[in-house]
């Protein structure tokens, strides 16, 4: 208890719902020392206001509800699309990549308020407490990180309940009820769904469980075209109308989202070492990967795309175990940075029942793609196809002398 006594003042990562709510009064009673509560609106689409009424009530005075949608996907989302990056070939990382944004601005509330200390709700057995806390090390290194799961015995559901009536905390019906049976967590570029009923991997979850995307099923039976522009690699128009990097994510997620564009549910390796189970959607994501990388093949040279490919899963697993702040992390990132300065231009997708189908793409200042030599009819010259025989037989000269040495018995 001495030593809880020692933190002075606390910024919390607060949500308003039950477990922060839990959380923010625990720590005035463990530690009493004051707390200081921010909220980060990231596009998860629940109102953020009622948090400040609710840290009010237990005697916050100071507490910081902020807009960072644009912030979260110019700064975090659009360099973390133009690596590509997918974990473990599927996951867009739309978790992982909102954490270390929320790591930032808790250090820089601490040091802006006076804190010592910052506390968030990640459990011990999860990757957020990983991400959320290399993202303020790196940032503050002399900062205390209080993980209230890793310390009560508040380890369930009945007990966190029995904690909020003892002390006065409002629980809405549904959280009393039982509320969902699974956990989620949303931002402008995902929902994602885990625990619960889905800790069975051979669960099919209902239907009822999707938020944002229409079933696949029930999709509007006419293909809906999409037209993006590129410049540095990130999007900047979307149907000739110029847009925002949150707005660009906002329309994405309308469009897909109506056309069943997604949904995925994988099994994933967690960075502590357990396997779960995960389901998620990511509708304009998922437009995005796919838009990129055809904007990339007309514009990119085939070492630099190959050698992107070969990053890209060191890059994702970086973003998923919470190193992005991390100096390999920026290193790598200025390599992909400086390889987007050329993918410029349009790609036009068609969206059809869960689908996203390439039908387009054009540069008119970078593409790679020459069409006198490509053709298949006569070229004129722009490509002298008795070539191909002195690089065939040069790529084949290790493979005929194995084979010479197998024919004698050698081998």
């Given at each position: 208890?001495?030593?809880k006594k ?16 839990v ?8 530690y ?10 990231i ?20 507490i ?9 996907v110019?700064?975090?989302?659009f360099?973390?699309f133009?690596a ?5 070939g599927e ?9 270390p944004?929320?790591a930032?601005?808790?250090?820089e509330?601490?040091r ?8 968030h ?15 303020a090390?790196?940032?503050m290194?002399?900062?205390?990180v209080?993980a209230?799961?890793?310390?009560w ?5 009945e ?8 002390h ?7 959280k ?12 402008l ?10 800790e069975?991997?051979?669960f ?5 469980m ?9 999709a ?34 309308k469009?897909?989202?109506?056309n069943?564009v997604?949904r995925?549910?994988m099994?994933?390796?967690?960075y ?7 389901c ?9 990967l ?7 093949s ?5 070492e ?5 490919d070969?990053l890209?899963?060191r ?8 190193y ?14 400086e ?7 349009h790609?036009r997708?068609?969206?059809y029942k869960g689908?996203?189908l390439v ?8 593409s790679?793609?020459d069409?006198?030599?490509a053709?298949?009819d006569d ?10 025989e002195?690089?065939?037989?040069l790529?084949?000269?290790?493979l ?7 024919k004698?018995?050698r081998?």
């Open positions: 208890m001495s030593q020692k933190v002075k003042k606390v910024v919390l990562a607060y949500s308003g719902g039950l477990d922060t709510s959380i923010l009064k625990w720590l005035q009673d463990e009493q020392c004051e707390v200081v509560t921010f909220t980060a609106d596009g998860q689409g629940e109102e953020v206001a009622p948090a400040r009424r609710k840290a009010k009530q237990f005697g916050v005075k100071q910081f509800i902020e807009d960072l949608r644009e912030e979260f110019r700064d975090f989302v360099p973390m133009r590509n990056a997918t974990y473990e996951y867009l990382l739309g978790t992982s990549i909102a954490r944004l929320i930032k601005r808790l250090v509330i601490a802006a308020t006076g804190a010592d200390a910052i506390s709700g990640a459990t011990g057995k999860g990757n957020d407490q990983v991400r959320f806390e290399l993202g090390y790196a940032l290194p002399d900062v205390r209080i209230p799961w890793r310390e015995d508040l380890l369930s559901r007990k966190l309940l029995a904690y909020a009536d003892e006065g905390i409002p629980v809405d019906f549904k009393r009820k039982g509320g969902a049976p699974y956990s989620m967590d949303a931002n570029l995902h929902i994602s769904y885990e625990g619960g009923i889905l069975d991997p051979d099919e979850p209902e239907e009822a999707w938020r944002i995307t229409a079933s696949p099923q029930k509007p039976n006419k293909p809906e075209y999409v037209d993006l522009e590129y410049r540095s690699g990130d999007i900047v128009a979307v149907n000739g109308k110029k847009l925002t990097p949150a707005k660009v994510l906002e329309a994405l997620n469009i897909g989202g109506r069943g997604g995925l549910d099994v994933e390796n967690r502590v070492g357990m396997k779960s189970r995960g998620y959607e990511t509708p304009g994501g998922t437009i995005m796919r838009a990129h990388r055809a904007m990339e007309i514009t990119l040279d085939r630099v795309l190959a050698l992107k070969d890209m899963p890059y994702a697993r970086m973003v998923y175990n919470g992005w702040f991390s100096p390999e992390r920026r290193l790598l990132q200025g390599l992909i940075d390889s987007q300065k050329v993918v410029n231009g790609v997708v068609k969206l689908t996203v039908t387009g793409r054009r540069s008119e200042t970078d790679l793609f069409s006198r030599i053709t298949f070229d004129k010259g722009a490509y002298n196809q008795a070539d191909a002195g690089f065939i037989r790529n084949a000269l290790r005929r002398i194995a084979a010479n040495l197998r004698r018995g081998r």
